[in-house]
């Protein structure tokens, strides 16, 4: 299995303008200037993708929808024919080569014309979302099977609109995050409560939101402060967004709690929305539980950010690498494989026991080009082994497993300057040559073996 945003053809045959290409555009925000205009060129190159996926031998592919394609307003009054004739292909390519595609509707690229009016902060977002899902279930729900409405709220949400170092590049801190994560869950339920009266019967398929975490540990094992800043910090990033949706319908206690606390202390009500009863409940409203998982931390209590209000002093909670784990490329990403399992494990035991999917795990590289990228090739062999052992051994119900990512390709905030590609890509080719790394070749094998039914 693996997966890949596409990229490029950022206003090619009638595409909206979305939130990335805005941001991309103001300039500052991106690493070297870059941008996603072309990127790997997946819009035009698409057939050279579908050779790279048949390569590996994958039985999954998880791909994203452009909404600003598809709608260039945002709301279904103007079809674009042209991003429909697109991902049809896409999709009918991916069958014919008996390969499933698991489809997400959203990936960070909010249309600029829904932007302008509010975005994810306007409580209206959430519906238009219901309808452009709906469309979406409606013209290839007969073909796609696995659904991801919303990949990585969390991240929409405080790098967008607390950091402001994602699109849309709002720095709103303590306030703007929570309303955001709150009208993306909104938006999921009503788009799984949609597919679920109105084509489950028919397509048979399955619909989840795919939620981001790392593994988190307490610094001192033995430590009162730690493990409570470790339980506070799990259910400010993974509860967030799980709690709701697999175990109470609400946010975790423990976070509500502790965003009041700090309301109060500034003497103004609590900044966590609450969910209406007259509208689509949130929980039970995921068919598997999507995981991206990256890296892990050890936490200890501490890291606010003095009197101001922001999701540091809400959190109270600092992390620390374990300088025993290897650093992959980006100083954030520790590379420790055991943390995956620990996780499914963890989600095994607090959210019901749900069929699980990886929906995202990789390796980044920077610097000089290696192809002979050793410990990438490592890394895969190192954490699928995990996922099987949490499989077998620890009863984890772990359905698929999807690498990040098929090609090297704009990683966002980073532009080009990290790859996580088993397949190289020369962004200095116009024609996007894409070249198969030795991880590359060692992941084709991994599923060549489990395929066969090896072990």
Request: net charge negative; aromatic share 12%.
């Amino acid at each position: 299995m693996n997966f890949c945003v596409h990229g490029g053809g950022w206003q090619a045959d009638g595409k909206g303008v979305s939130i990335w290409d805005t941001f991309t555009h103001e300039g500052g925000r991106v690493f070297g200037e870059q941008n996603g205009d072309e990127a790997c060129r997946s819009y035009e190159l698409w057939d050279e993708d579908l050779k790279c996926i048949q390569t590996l031998g994958l039985t999954h592919y998880r791909l994203s929808l452009s909404w600003a394609r598809l709608l260039p307003d945002g709301n279904t009054r103007h079809v674009n024919q042209k991003g429909v004739e697109y991902y049809n292909k896409v999709i009918d390519d991916l069958l014919a080569c008996n390969v499933s595609p698991m489809v997400t509707l959203y990936h960070f690229d909010l249309p600029q014309a829904l932007q302008d009016q509010g975005g994810w902060k306007s409580a209206g977002t959430a519906t238009l979302f219901d309808s452009y899902a709906k469309f979406c279930f409606h013209t290839f729900g007969d073909r796609v099977k696995l659904w991801i409405t919303i990949n990585e709220p969390y991240v929409c949400a405080k790098l967008g609109h607390e950091d402001g170092i994602h699109a849309p590049g709002l720095k709103e801190p303590g306030t703007a995050a929570y309303l955001v994560g709150h009208n993306m869950l909104r938006a999921h339920a009503m788009a799984w409560h949609s597919y679920d009266s109105l084509y489950r019967a028919q397509q048979e398929g399955a619909v989840s939101l795919a939620i981001n975490s790392d593994w988190l540990e307490p610094l001192n094992a033995g430590c009162t402060e730690d493990i409570a800043a470790t339980e506070r910090l799990l259910a400010f990033t993974l509860g967030w967004f799980a709690w709701p949706v697999f175990v109470t319908g609400d946010y975790p206690e423990v976070m509500r709690s502790a965003i009041d606390a700090q309301s109060e202390k500034s003497g103004c009500s609590s900044r966590l929305p609450s969910f209406s009863k007259d509208e689509p409940a949130i929980l039970g409203t995921a068919d598997f539980f999507a995981l991206n998982y990256y890296t892990s931390r050890k936490m200890k209590q501490g890291g606010g950010c003095g009197e101001k209000l922001c999701m540091k002093s809400d959190r109270d909670a600092g992390d620390v690498l374990d300088p025993s784990w290897p650093i992959c490329g980006v100083s954030w990403l520790a590379v420790v494989p055991q943390g995956l399992r620990k996780l499914l494990k963890y989600i095994k035991n607090n959210f019901n026991n749900p069929a699980v999917y990886v929906t995202e795990n990789g390796f980044s590289q920077v610097g000089p080009l290696q192809t002979e990228d050793v410990q990438r090739a490592e890394f895969y062999k190192d954490t699928i082994a995990e996922v099987a052992k949490a499989l077998q051994e620890d009863g984890v119900n772990v359905r698929g497993y999807f690498a990040w990512s098929l090609l090297d390709n704009f990683e966002w905030a980073d532009g080009f300057s990290v790859r996580f590609g088993l397949f190289h890509v020369d962004f200095a080719d116009a024609k996007r040559k894409r070249t198969l790394y030795q991880s590359g070749r060692e992941y084709a094998k991994i599923i060549s073996k489990n395929r066969c039914g090896q072990s």
